[in-house]
C-alpha cells in the first residue's frame, strides 16, 4: 500500500443528462457557473464555478433515457456543493427553487444534528444537487 494517494482531487464530473440546454441554463443562469469548454459532436458542455469542473453530457435518445433511483441504481447519488455562508444559502435556495423544471426535495434544514446547513433539489435534467454550508468551515476560513 502507498504511503500516500496516487490522486490529487477531482479533475471533472461527468453526467449525463436528457436537456443539456436546460441543464446548462441551470449552471449558468442561475448558479452563474461559466462555459469553459464544449463539443459539439457528443455534444457536451464544460462549466466552472472557478473551482470545479462539472461536464455535462447529452443522452443519446432523451425520450427513451431512464431517471436515476438512488436507491435501486449504482451510480451519482448526488453532486454536493458548498456554499460560502448561511445568507448565501438562503439566497440561493429561493432563486433554486423558483428556476423552471427545479424539484426540491427540501429545503434548508440541518444536515442530520448540525450544525450542517443543507437542502436537494432535482435540477431540469433530473440530476439531484445538494447545496450546503457548514458552519465550521466558515470558522476555520475567517481564522486564516
Known sequence: MADNPSTCGVDHIGLSVRDLESTRGFFCDCLGWRIVGERADYPAVFVSDGHDVVTLWQVETPSKAI???????????????????RIGLETLYERVSNWPGVVVEFGPEPSGAGPRIHFIVREPSGLRIEFAFDPRLEDARKAR
Open 67 to 85: 431517471p436515476f433511483d438512488r436507491r435501486a441504481n449504482v451510480g451519482l447519488h448526488h453532486l454536493a456543493l458548498a456554499v460560502v455562508d
